[in-house]
């Protein structure tokens, strides 16, 4: 990989130059409180911010191109129409072409950014939750949610997911079966963590 100090020197400039100010602000919302979960939980911080920084690079990008894309990357036709899952895993595959990343869990945590998945890892949870929870949001439970992160960044993911998994199912759109998987996977985890502090 090229040196780190150095990608993220072309993807602030490409950042500055390419994104709309709400995506901008966004971005280093998602960043900076990526860096402090990973502070808190102690995750690696250059790979903290360099996912946090690509996350959203193909975000707001028209859907006719993000459809170009899923077909010339050769990526699942489920992701056809459907920019809230194509983003992340277009995202994925351009900062590895056009930035030379190749840090698999950098990759993977701009991957699932939008769904997780089962066996996330802690950089995954902490940019799948920093989206969520950034200064910028403000939706009906994004302050439990800031709360929750503070003690228990499993059960912070697991309320966001489930919300996600009703609201999209209410909606009647196309819910990625990682995000169902991830759920179960989180449902397990503080079950099992449950039993231990129980013993
Ligand atoms: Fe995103
Ligand atoms: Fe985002």
Known sequence: MDCTDNIKKRIEAYI???????????????????????????????????????????????????????????LDKKYLNAPNL???????EMMQRDF??????????????????????????????ADAIEPGRNYPGVDELREIVKEDIDMACLVSLTRTIEYVSSEGNF?????????????????KKEKTYDK
């Open 16 to 74: 500055e130059k390419n994104f709309s100010e709400k995506r901008r602000v966004h971005t280093y919302g998602v960043k900076d409180t990526a860096i402090e979960l990973a502070k808190q939980y102690g995750c690696d911080l250059q790979k903290t911010e360099l996912a946090a920084l690509f996350h959203d690079l193909y975000r707001g990008v028209p859907e006719n191109v993000l459809n170009y894309y899923v077909t010339h990357l050769g």
């Open 86 to 92: 194509s983003h992340g895993k277009i995202a994925a």
């Open 100 to 129: 030379g990343i190749d840090d698999r869990e950098i990759i993977d945590a701009v991957s699932f950014h939008t769904t997780g998945r089962a066996g996330m890892t802690l950089l995954e949870k902490i940019i799948y939750i």
């Open 175 to 191: 819910l990625d079966h990682d995000t169902i998987d991830a759920k179960e996977y989180l449902e397990e985890m503080i079950y």
